[in-house]
């Protein structure tokens, strides 16, 4: 449901590598794309799903902790 419209019609894939931080509580936060292939197709829904990322929170000696630069690349295609 998150595929591009004009994507579907025109079954096109890519691939969209992101980085983003998480906070104290495990949300990824400031999200950025890396790079994308094809540039611009899939960069919108890439970045709006980034702030539904849910991990549990790093902890450092027991001490929730929030990190930097995590990557996730995200593949998209058509189930065929």
Known sequence: EDYPGDMVYTAITGITPSEFDLDLNGAA?????????PPYAFDEVT???ISTIR??????????EACRGRMQSVRWQLPY
Do not use: E
């Open 29 to 37: 936060i400031n999200g950025r794309l890396l790079v994308s292939d």
């Open 55 to 64: 991990y549990d929170p790093p902890r450092r000696n027991g001490k929730l």
């Open 47 to 49: 970045l709006n799903g």
